[in-house]
């Protein structure tokens, strides 16, 4: 995948392609030789809360969360990692892993606002979880706040495993978007299904949102924002 451009607000689409099988010091060709990429378009650019969804080729059919291990990158980047046994995410896992990673190490940033001339009403505790790999991150906080009037953050370096005081977890997840490669939470909704590590799931036995984002203008913004203007690869 390396020399392939990616773009924000582009259709992505075009060809497929394949990793290099390599040797010597390329680490992407050394742990992902042979594997497909691209592919991918903007209309296929939504998940579910399922961990595994968002692909348009390469699931496993009647069971997309069963593992995404060896699973293709449609959009040139990877799934986000749950860390060590989860469904399949331990090939992405790791601080060498991190290193190579499209678009940098994996990242998570607050996603708020405080304009209730914008968002009349809006609770204070309205407040998501965006993750995903650092350089989409800093791109989409730029967006969210033009467009969504949502208070600018700093992202920070998502931690898995360890004292993960404030991080989000696979559990808190209310959308995953690019192939699993992307999602936003919310620390008040939590699945249980999505809690267990090794434990395959549907986006049916997942329970529904909490009426107090439910229906949400200002989380509707953030999805559609998102859905428009996430990096993918190009044609």
Request: hydrophobic letters at 30%.
């Amino acid at each position: 995948m390396e020399g392939q451009a990616m773009s924000a607000w582009g259709g992505g689409g075009g060809p497929h392609g394949k990793v290099p099988t390599g040797s010597g010091m390329n680490a992407l060709n050394n742990t992902f030789g042979g594997r497909e990429f691209g592919g991918g378009d903007r209309n296929t650019i939504f998940g579910t809360r399922e961990y595994g969804s968002g692909y348009p080729y390469g699931a496993d059919g009647a069971n997309p969360t069963s593992s995404i291990a060896g699973r293709p990158f449609p959009y040139g980047v990877w799934p986000i990692s749950w860390g060590p046994g989860y469904l399949g995410g331990d090939e992405f896992h790791g601080d060498d892993m991190d290193m190579i990673r499209p678009g940098g190490p994996l990242a998570v940033v607050r996603v708020g606002t405080t304009d209730t001339t914008k968002w009349p009403g809006i609770s204070q505790d309205e407040v998501y979880d965006m993750i995903g790999d650092k350089e989409s991150i800093s791109f989409m906080m730029a967006d969210l706040v033009d467009w969504c009037h949502a208070t600018p953050q700093w992202p920070k370096r998502l931690v898995i495993t360890g004292n993960t005081t404030r991080m989000p977890r696979p559990e808190n997840v209310i959308q995953y978007y690019r192939a699993s490669s992307f999602a936003l939470a919310f620390s008040g909704y939590n699945s249980s299904v999505g809690s267990t590590a090794g434990s395959r799931y549907s986006f049916d036995q997942t329970p529904p949102l909490p009426s107090g984002i439910s229906n949400s203008a200002f989380l509707k913004c953030l999805n559609e924002t998102i859905s428009i203007a996430l990096p993918i690869m190009d044609a």
